[in-house]
């Protein structure tokens, strides 16, 4: 397995990278692989635990990969081309291989299916939101796309299930400071100048159970943005397990009552081709399309 260390980290050792990066496998694991020599550089010699961390390193090692469970649930192509797939990811399905998910991850499962082992991730989505993820097929262009999402020229749209509240005042833009600390599962809200700015619309509710499906476009990324603004308003999103309080990870195989955020769609130009691209999900939230189902846990 070859890994790049990525550069903004704080990371003072290759060692102390491959522990948080590895996080299913623990420390001990980690350990025992450096001392069987097993982490090696582009020399081809054994890396030391003490090795400086220096961004852009590549180090190659190889570990005996734990079962993974499963994610029951279909992973749709909704477009390929030659420079392109975009898949509809479900619930519980990682984007990207990290720390205990690497073969159930949407990237293993579409280098398999659709048989293009260089296809790469050009930007991420939240393991328990469901829906669009854009993938590059030559290795060459993958910058390109991943610029879009840095520079904000992608239009994402979200869908929830929230509770309705008829005092609040929709639709609001909702501008705030985020900060996220690593370690920490919850991202927060602190004073200071905003990075994080949603917009939050209403697009229907009804009475019977007190429910609400909410339209949601994040002007910036920063992590859980959406669900900590929706927390932050008193109508934190169904089967978030964080916000407002962390209930903890339930365990390995419970794929009942997912978070009932879904990335509905996805909009911008292509800056290979110039063409207009606009992609939608066809997936439904089970809260709103089967409540008492989803409440059940079924």
């Known amino acids: 397995m070859r890994v790049r260390l990525p550069a903004g980290g ?12 590895l996080t299913g496998a623990g420390a001990g694991v980690v350990d025992g692989m450096f001392d069987a020599g097993l982490v090696v550089g582009a ?44 898949a509809d990811k479900p619930h519980f399905l990682a984007t990207t291989p990290r720390g205990a998910h690497v073969a159930e991850t ?40 991943q610029t879009l999402f840095r520079d904000r020229r992608v239009r994402k749209e979200y869908e929830a299930i929230a509770p309705y509240d008829p005092s609040l005042v929709l639709p609001r833009t909702v501008r705030s400071r985020i900060v996220k600390e690593r370690g920490v599962l919850t991202a927060r809200e602190v004073p ?45 999103i169904l089967g978030d397990p964080l916000y407002p309080e962390v209930t903890g990870p339930g365990p390995a195989g419970d794929f009942r009552r997912p978070l009932q955020l879904l990335a509905r769609s996805l909009e911008f130009t292509d800056p290979v081709t110039g063409a207009d691209r606009r992609f939608r999900s066809g997936r439904v939230l089970a809260a709103w399309a089967s409540p008492q189902d989803w409440a059940a846990g079924q």
Do not use: C, K
Request: hydrophobic share 45%; no cysteine.
């Open 10 to 21: 704080t990371w003072a050792t290759v060692r102390e990278h491959l522990v948080e990066r």
């Open 43 to 86: 020399d081809g010699r054994s890396v030391a635990p003490d090795a400086p961390y220096r961004p852009g390193m590549f180090v190659w090692f190889h570990r005996e990969l734990p079962a993974e469970v499963p994610v029951p649930f279909p992973l749709e192509v909704v477009h390929r081309d030659e420079h392109l797939v975009v």
């Open 106 to 145: 949407a990237l293993a499962r579409l280098r398999r299916e659709l048989g293009v082992p260089a296809l790469t991730a050009a930007h991420r989505l939240d393991r328990l939101t469901a829906g669009l993820v854009l993938f590059t097929v030559r290795p060459e262009e993958r910058g390109a796309y």
């Open 192 to 236: 200071g100048e905003p990075n994080a700015v949603s917009r939050i619309e209403l697009i229907e509710h009804r009475a019977a159970d007190g429910l609400a499906r909410y339209r949601l476009v994040p002007g910036t990324g920063q992590t859980h943005q959406l669900r900590v603004h929706m927390a932050a308003l008193g109508v934190p």
